[in-house]
């Protein structure tokens, strides 16, 4: 007697497409919603936009220019990328532009509180549906991957990075504040409390 043995399977393949192109699309908004909050943005995009600041250039040509510069990392690290990672690349700071575009600047404080929340609430909920895609993880979570093989903890890995991004960004200009705080202390919790409705597996 023959038995069967039932093999979890992933989702099929329009299915992670649409994971993985609506999460993009749906970071990008995020990061919009923190930019144009003004009351801070995270540790990356401090960095993106303070470098965009000092080089004329859009935050979001930034994020595309700074992914591609990062994946050079992955050759010493020894990281594969993938379609979300390239995707990532190409597509985040056109979704970013767009949203910034199309966002109304915020005329208080209530609509610059509200920005904030929906921006890492997007940014969480975005970061569950592209990395359950399984195609990839973007330029910067692979050099904490690949620091990680190299024997640091998740914790001190993604430490280093936040706090160095942080600090390059806000001395050229980026914009530090309490939005910067709400992302640190949220970002966690809320990515975790996605992963129940959008399993990341």
Partial sequence: MSETTTV?????????????????????AGIGLQVESGLGND????????????????????????????????????QKPG?????????????????????????????????????????????????GAGMGPGPRDGVMTGLMRLGLSVRLARLLIEVTVLIAGWLLGGTVGLGTLAFALAIGPLTQLFTRWFPLT
């Fill in 83 to 131: 379609l979300g990672t390239i995707s990532n690349v190409v597509f985040l700071g056109l979704f970013a532009d767009a949203a910034i575009f199309l966002l109304p600047a915020p005329g208080n404080l209530v609509l610059q509180a509200l920005y904030v929340a929906l921006g890492v609430t997007s940014i969480a909920l975005a970061t569950v549906l592209y990395i």
């Fill in 43 to 78: 540790p990356w995009d401090v960095f993106h936009q303070g470098l965009g600041l000092r080089l004329g250039l859009s935050i979001g040509t930034v994020i595309i220019a700074v992914g591609a510069l990062v994946m050079l990392l992955w050759i010493p690290l020894k």
């Fill in 8 to 28: 979890p399977q992933r989702s099929s393949l329009p299915a992670r497409l649409f994971r993985l192109y609506g999460g993009l699309a749906l970071y990008g």
